[in-house]
Every structure is written in structure tokens, then in C-alpha cells.
């Protein structure tokens, strides 16, 4: 199947300093990305969509201003956690749609985020 | 918006058979997965139906009813392996008009011997 490679598996960080997690389709065209958060025994919840030379779709709550995404190719999205807060901390997870494809089934690996 | 349920734990044995349900309600339907997902891992895909009725893939398969919003996720000769979150999603139609997958709270499966 595809693969989404995401970088870095896990980072820690001090509050107030930004982080950038990538995502990367290794295989494929992915001309959608998506962003996801989960927090401890919680379920998947669904950032931003990611769309390659457009601006994210940002689901409601989420702050456009604090995840900044960037999808300047049809193999790498960006995450950027601005002005991290501990608050911020949880697993990132993108995952990408092969370009024409019905399904996003391929997720990265996920990234550990610990704002401290 | 959309809503999913799911149990949120079970337990099996060991070369039994389980099934995992998964109730939702949505606008415009256009598909139903199921993931794996182990502690601290990015979820797997497992299975995706679009059409009512019975995928099977090795062990495992998945049941899809659209009329009554309802799908399962069936193990067979379960392996301590199986052991994880199950993930049930479902791909509709949001408030905003377009399309997004939203997850379930996922079924925590634990296999013992």
C-alpha cells in the first residue's frame, strides 16, 4: 500500500517556541492532506484539510493563526504549532488521499507532541 | 454533523471470534471505514464500505447496512496481536457543505488466552 512518512515521531518543546511536523507521501501524489489530533484515550479529531497549492480548510474551533499549514507540493504538508503552550500537547497524525482516489486510508505515523 | 457510536471496550479470547459494532448518523453517506489503531500508533486501515453488505478481507470483514446506519467489523481466529482500538469513521457531509470523515471514540479490543 502507499506510505506516509511524518517527521518527527515525537518532539519536546518549551512553551512559547513553534514546532513543524511534515508529512510526506513517499509513493504517491496526495493532492489532499489531512490533519488530525488525538488526545490521550480520545478519538481522531480532524484539524484541517490540506489541499496542494491552496489554502487549508480549517475545521471549526481549530485556529488558523496557531496551525499553520502549508501544502507546497503534491508530496509534502506542513504543520507548524505556533507560540506552543502545554495545552498543545497531544499525537498529531496527517493523513493523505492518492490523487483521485475514494479514500484517505494511508496515515503517517504520528507525531508526539510534549510542550513543556 | 455527524455522529458515530461504538462500544468502548470489549474482550475476546483467543482464537474466538468478535464482532465490533458501530452505529452512525450523517448527511450524504459516501462511506464507512474501520482502522486499527495500537497504543501510541497511527491508525491502520482495515476496510472501507460504500455498499450494503459483507466485505471480507483474511480474517477480517466488515458489514455495511445503510438503511440503518449500522456497520460491524468481524475478527475471526483472533490473535493476541488483535489486541488494539478499533476505529469505526464515516465519510459525510458537514454543516459547511463538503466532505469529511469523522472518527468514532474507537473500541478498545483486548485478546486473552
Known amino acids: 500500500g502507499a506510505v506516509v512518512s511524518q517527521h518527527p515521531s515525537w518532539v519536546i518543546c518549551k512553551s512559547g517556541t513553534s514546532v513543524k511536523i511534515e508529512c510526506r507521501s513517499l509513493d504517491f501524489q496526495a493532492t489532499t492532506m489531512f490533519w488530525y489530533r488525538q488526545f490521550p484515550k480520545q478519538s481522531l479529531m480532524l484539524m484541517a484539510t490540506s489541499n496542494e497549492g491552496s489554502k487549508a480548510t480549517y475545521e471549526q474551533g481549530v485556529e488558523k493563526d496557531k496551525f499553520l499549514i502549508n501544502h507546497a507540493s503534491l508530496t509534502l504538508s506542513t504543520l507548524t504549532v505556533t507560540s506552543a503552550h502545554p495545552e498543545d500537547s497531544s499525537f498529531y497524525i496527517c493523513?493523505?488521499?492518492?490523487?483521485?482516489?475514494?479514500?484517505?486510508?494511508?496515515f503517517g505515523q504520528g507525531t508526539r507532541l510534549t510542550v513543556v | 454533523g455527524q455522529n458515530i457510536d461504538q462500544p468502548t471496550e470489549m474482550t475476546a479470547t483467543e482464537g474466538a471470534i468478535v464482532q465490533i459494532n458501530c452505529t452512525y448518523q450523517t448527511s450524504g453517506f459516501n462511506g464507512l471505514f474501520w482502522y486499527q489503531q495500537h497504543a501510541g500508533e497511527a491508525p491502520t486501515f482495515l476496510s472501507y464500505n460504500v455498499l450494503d453488505g459483507l466485505e471480507e478481507k483474511g480474517r477480517f470483514s466488515s458489514f455495511l447496512s445503510r438503511s440503518k446506519g449500522y456497520s460491524y467489523l468481524l475478527l475471526k481466529e483472533l490473535q493476541m496481536k488483535d489486541s488494539a482500538s478499533y476505529l469505526c469513521?464515516?465519510?459525510?457531509?458537514?454543516?459547511?457543505?463538503?466532505?469529511?470523515?469523522?472518527f468514532g471514540t474507537g473500541t478498545k479490543l483486548q485478546v486473552i488466552p
Open positions: 493523513s493523505a488521499r492518492v490523487s483521485g482516489g475514494l479514500t484517505e486510508a494511508f
Open positions: 469513521a464515516v465519510r459525510g457531509t458537514n454543516s459547511g457543505g463538503y466532505q469529511k470523515v469523522t
